[in-house]
């Protein structure tokens, strides 16, 4: 059976990562959606090139997902959430060789934010 893909969903409605896909160009759209696809596909089982987690005691349960179309680099922060199900958080165009902490952050107070809201429904 896949496992399902939810999109992180800020208190005033926004959807990050939604967000950040519509601003792609179209093929590196598609690619990503392409990649989002297998990440359902093949769960946990999907490895680099793919996916990679993020390093550090901090931002442990963290995952990237990793997308690449010619020359242009974006990665798609996701983590596990229950049972066969990842939540994708956002997603930026990747400029430098190391990924800036401010995104890093921005997935992990997204995370605990999502984590906290749905705890306690």
Known sequence: MD?????????NGDIPV???LSSLETK??????????????HGPELREPYVKPVKGEKYKGLFELRVKFASDITRIFYFTYRQKTFVLLHGFTKK????????????LRYKEDYERRCDNE
């Open 28 to 41: 590196m759209r598609a690619k990503a959606y392409h990649e989002i696809e297998l990440l359902e596909k």
């Open 3 to 11: 496992w399902q893909v939810e999109y992180y969903n800020k208190e």
């Open 96 to 107: 430098t060789e190391k990924t800036p902490l401010r995104e890093l952050d921005r997935a």
């Open 18 to 20: 939604y967000d950040f």
